[in-house]
């Protein structure tokens, strides 16, 4: 089992920022990726952006990429999506989440899911 445990979101008006944290704890392995998705009421849930443990680049969603930043923190088995230059489209419960495979774009590939946060942006 793998525990995932987010923190951060909130409201912030357009144009502004936010930053989400997601620890992992459990049974964690470098053969997992982690990464994030959103959902919104009546929608299915989305992928936003992810990082294999082992080492690469992070990928990210086009409606995201060049707004949003992911890094990883080995040390602290943690990942973090920084999220800059928010639109209220982004406005969405964000989920963290880890999978054995890769790319994880998919949320039908993830194996573990955090509790959610939400994020909330404002026109």
């Known amino acids: 089992q793998v525990q995932l445990v987010e923190s951060g979101g909130g409201s912030v008006q357009a144009g502004g920022s936010l930053r989400l944290s997601c620890a992992a704890s459990?049974?964690?392995?470098?053969?997992?990726?982690m990464g994030w998705f959103r959902q919104t009421p009546g929608k299915e849930r989305e992928f936003v952006a992810a990082?294999?443990?082992?080492?690469?680049?992070?990928y990210y969603a086009d409606s995201v990429k060049g707004r949003f930043t992911m890094s990883k923190d080995n040390a602290k088995s943690m990942i973090i999506l920084q999220m800059s230059r928010l639109e209220p489209e982004d406005t969405a419960i964000y989920y963290c989440?880890?999978?054995?495979?890769?790319?994880?774009?998919?949320?039908?590939?993830?194996?573990?899911w955090g509790q959610g946060t939400q994020v909330t942006v404002s026109s």
């Open positions: 989440a880890a999978s054995t495979i890769t790319p994880m774009r998919k949320s039908n590939f993830v194996a573990y």
């Open positions: 459990g049974r964690t392995s470098i053969n997992y990726s």
């Open positions: 990082i294999s443990w082992s080492g690469g680049s992070p």
